[in-house]
């Protein structure tokens, strides 16, 4: 259990992950068991990251779909479809009654997928589920009913939803889909969690503290990719002998940024901290990955990350006074399971 913050809140982390906490925080290089090895040395771990890039079955996003290979440039065209509509997006005006109260993340998430994809099918729609996230065999299911019948789109309908309702026959379409899902909710839940974990974190914030720095901060304590997985390969073993020809690297940010030989009060949420530290430049600091591959949705993130916080600030939301503990589950995504949020006046 780690306390984080000035609001007296504690964190309480997934019994795993509260172990390399304790176990292995400070340490450059660990075993984790007989084939894999944890780093969380910002030395080793630039080393590692640029020793080679990313095969396609380390891809967060785009790693092979239903056992067929997601190419680069179907990945670009992806990316920039859903990049117009968040630009689009961006550009609308918040209307005035817009409510963020309730349970985050899951709050957050629902006003992003309706930003975004409000006039899209109610098929496509159902993609942006969290319950999906519970197994594969689910979201496949879901995505195989779903394909049986082509898209009509609307004209408000969303850039990216033209890509699954311009294929032809239920295999295309239902790999599209399947893209679909892989492009849109990551931003959504992405976006959602890191915000519910900057409220969790330091709600109500001081009103001269600039929403960059609030989100550096979150993204400090709670690292959306809390590692970064590379599979044996051999220019490991020539980097550090402690690494053998077979082991799997864990590239470990959770680690690297709460170093207490790194980072002063490392434990704490202190967004005042990024007045002097450049987030792009901090080798111990890889919320969107290594400089060397950068995730390609940071340039989304940001924006809307900052739009939500700009509601949530203007409304004066802030995480409820009674509740004084949260959980973080063991996941690929880092966050905080369930936060209650209102206004203060509502406190």
Known sequence: MISTGGQARQTVFAPRLQALLDEHRGK?????DDDTVGVASPELMHRILSARYATETERPTFKPLHGRS???????????????????????????DTDLSGEWPQTGHNYLRDLLLRNDPQRLRAL?????????????????????????????????AGMPANTRGYHDRRYAMGLYRRTV??????????????????????????NSHILYEAMRLLPPSWNILRNASPEYPAIDSRIGPEDDVLILPLL????????????????????????????AYLPFGHRSERCWGRHMVMPLADMLLDVLRREGMAVSPYQTAVD????????????????????
């Open 28 to 32: 450059d290089l660990f075993r984790l």
């Open 70 to 96: 997601i190419q680069r440039s179907d990945a670009i065209q992806w990316m920039q479809a859903i990049g117009r509509d968040v630009r689009t997006a961006l550009k609308k005006p918040i209307p005035e």
């Open 128 to 160: 942006m589920s969290r319950v999906l996230e519970l197994t594969p065999k689910l979201t496949w299911a879901v995505i195989a009913v779903g394909a049986l019948r082509p898209f009509h789109l609307g004209e408000d309908a969303s850039v990216v």
């Open 185 to 210: 909710a990551p931003v959504c839940f992405t976006i959602s969690t890191l915000v519910a974990n900057a409220l969790w974190l330091g709600s109500p914030f001081d009103e001269c503290t600039p």
């Open 256 to 283: 690297s940024q709460r170093d207490p030989a790194i980072w002063d009060a490392p434990d704490t949420f202190r967004p005042e901290r990024w007045n002097d530290i450049d987030p792009d430049d901090h080798p």
């Open 328 to 347: 973080v589950p063991l996941a690929g995504l880092l966050g905080v399971s369930q936060i209650q949020v209102s206004t203060r006046r509502a406190h």
